[in-house]
């Protein structure tokens, strides 16, 4: 007697069946997807190592999607048309962080240079306080307008094409990722303050960007230097602890700059790849 049973396999098999190049974006992700996991942990601090990993996760993403757009999407325009646009938008964003880093980065070379020369110099601190509440603001800014765009990237168009639906659906994952690495650079660079509220008048600033001891038990190398200044201008930090301190951003900084700018020339590379599929 005929039997017409599924094949036990089918569902199992279909994943082999895509682009081997789709393969390894997405094991990239899902590199990606573990170090949100753990950067997102209410247990974990928010570092400079932290964010690199990402940045460094994210580059690598951006690598293999290059050859997914060149090998798989050359017959589909308008949805590249789609990543193109939001790549400008992403580009945008990473430029603006890039301004603000160097913007904090050179703050800190002038704080350095005005506490070796004249000791605890209040407005120098205040100004370098004062970069950092801006440096806040503007990140806010950011993080809402990429959270606008995350939810934009959400919805996966009704495709008939199996491969190709889940190709557009790696690429939308591959912007929120971004979305979600810039995200957490922002707020490291911003360091989120707490409700730590002033005790007397003259010092709200300071206390606004200082990190709650209540709710923060380590102190990223952002916030180790806020707390080290208002430290210094109570009285009850020694400059050369400061100095160190701010050293340990300068190398910080550096390194999280090292790997913005290849995610930067990743994102370029990206779009480079997405026209040159166009214009064929």
């Not at 573990?34 to 690598?63: F, H, K, N």
């Not at 000791?119 to 990140?139: F, N, P, Q, V, W």
């Not at 990237?153 to 639906?165: F, G, Q, R, T, Y």
């Amino acid at each position: 007697m005929k039997t017409f049973a599924m094949p036990p396999n089918r569902s199992n098999s279909l994943p082999s069946r895509l682009h081997p190049t789709y393969l390894r974006v997405e094991a990239e992700l899902n590199k990606l997807r573990a170090w949100e996991i753990r950067s997102c942990s209410s247990s974990e601090t928010l570092t400079a190592v932290t964010i690199q990993i990402g940045l460094v996760g994210l580059s690598e993403v951006y690598r293999c999607v290059e050859e997914l757009v060149y090998s798989s999407l050359s017959q589909h325009g308008g949805l590249l048309e789609d990543a193109l646009n939001h790549s400008i938008k992403l580009l945008d964003t990473c430029g603006i962080v890039r301004d603000t880093q160097q913007k904090l980065k050179k703050q800190v070379f002038c704080l350095q240079s005005s506490l070796r020369r004249r000791g605890t110099e209040s407005h120098d601190i205040l100004s370098y306080l004062s970069l950092r509440k801006k440096s806040k603001k503007d990140a806010s800014k950011c993080i809402r307008e990429l959270k606008r765009s995350e939810k934009k990237c959400m919805h996966v168009p009704s495709l008939k094409d199996h491969n190709l639906k889940m190709m557009v659906k790696v690429l939308k994952e591959v912007n929120v990722m971004t979305s979600h690495v810039i995200r957490s650079l922002l707020l490291f660079l911003s360091s989120p303050g707490s409700t730590f509220k002033t005790r007397r008048g003259g010092c709200s600033l300071i206390s606004k960007l200082r990190p709650s001891e209540k709710t923060k038990k380590v102190l990223n190398e952002v916030e180790s230097v806020d707390d080290a200044l208002f430290c210094i201008l109570h009285g009850r930090e020694e400059v050369t602890m400061a100095h160190r301190k701010l050293d340990n951003l300068l190398i910080s900084l550096d390194c999280i700059e090292n790997g913005l700018d290849a995610v930067f020339r990743r994102l370029i590379q990206y779009r480079v790849s997405i026209l040159n599929v166009l214009t064929r």
